[in-house]
Every structure is written in C-alpha cells, then in structure tokens.
C-alpha cells in the first residue's frame, strides 16, 4: 500500500458528517495541518466498531496543526500546535503555497 501523503504535506481534514463511530475529532475537521509522520496502516474504525473487518486498511497519518488555527480564541504562542493521528480517508490535499 502506498500512502497518499508524504511527510510535509499540507493536508485538510474532511469537515464531513459521520454517524458511525470514527476517530476524528469535531475540532479538526475543515482545518489544515502538516503531515509530522506516516503511521501503520489499520482498519477503518467506522467498519471496526461493528464487528466487520475493517477493510482495506488505511494509512494513518500523524498531523500537526496550530493551535491558533483550531481555536479561534487561543492567546498562547504562535508556534504551540497540537498532534493527532487520522486516517487517510479523513485527509485531502492542499494546494501548495505560492
């Protein structure tokens, strides 16, 4: 399996509804972040959590994003970000910056 996504990359995590269990958090969906690593690849937790297998397995990636970027009222540093790992299927591409 190849991954999507190279350390680097700016990614956006998909701001879409999902009713099943999943493993990404409100607070990150529509935002953009950097992929820090390329995890393992595992089985989707939305198919997981009910017993099936989870299958294909998907990459994970570890994603930085800024914490100013997530909260709108953050007054720490500049440079405090947070890490989280999600699924290939929640991230799309952004466009290089120019």
């Given at each position: 399996?190849?991954?999507?996504?190279?350390?680097?990359?700016?990614?956006?995590v998909d701001d879409r509804y999902e009713?099943?269990?999943?493993?990404?958090?409100?607070?990150?969906?529509?935002?953009?972040?950097?992929?820090?690593?390329?995890?393992?690849?595992?089985?989707?937790?939305?198919?997981?959590?009910?017993?099936?297998?989870?299958?294909?397995?998907?990459?994970?990636?570890?994603?930085?994003?800024?914490?100013?970027?997530?909260?709108?009222?953050?007054?720490?540093?500049?440079?405090?970000?947070?890490?989280?790992?999600?699924?290939?299927?929640?991230?799309?591409?952004?466009?290089?910056?120019?």
């Amino acid at each position: 399996m190849t991954p999507a996504f190279r350390v680097g990359d700016r990614v956006r995590v998909d701001d879409r509804y999902e009713p099943r269990h999943h493993r990404t958090p409100a607070y990150v969906k529509g935002k953009v972040g950097e992929v820090e690593r390329v995890c393992l690849a595992h089985g989707r937790p939305e198919i997981l959590a009910y017993r099936n297998d989870g299958g294909p397995p998907r990459t994970v990636y570890r994603v930085r994003l800024r914490q100013c970027d997530l909260w709108p009222d953050y007054n720490g540093p500049a440079h405090d970000t947070l890490e989280i790992e999600i699924f290939e299927h929640w991230l799309r591409p952004v466009e290089a910056r120019n």
